[in-house]
Nanobody
């Protein structure tokens, strides 16, 4: 059974940093496109960053460009999201997403709260 487990969320003041991790099991990780999504209260889930398979160039939502960095370690089946210069509008539940050809998987989410 495929599992995606996120970690690293928490409470951070504006301007702070966090690093999220997503560890996958029972999936061909290196053959999967991995992404981070987020969903704020009362809003739709939105794509934050994408890490294509085979070392493709990452893509970012305009709202996080220059502040967030997505990366992956295929040997460890783990994806990361380094988040710098966090702002209150970054507050959301962050979800790990994997796409293996036409099959997709979601993690349970990790909460990020940016507040003073």
């Amino acid at each position: 059974q495929v599992q995606l487990v996120e970690s690293g969320g928490g409470l951070v003041p504006p301007g702070g940093s966090l690093r999220l991790s997503c560890t996958a099991s029972s999936i061909a990780f290196r053959l999967s496109t991995m992404s981070w999504y987020r969903q704020a209260p009362g809003k739709e889930r939105e794509l934050v960053a994408v890490s294509p398979r085979f070392g493709g160039n990452p893509n970012y939502a305009d709202s996080v460009k220059g502040r967030f960095t997505i990366s992956r370690d295929d040997g460890q089946n783990t994806m990361y999201l380094q988040m710098n210069s966090l702002q209150p509008e970054d507050t959301a539940e962050y979800y790990c997403h994997a796409r293996y050809y036409s099959t997709t998987y979601w993690g349970q989410g990790t909460q990020v709260t940016v507040s003073s």
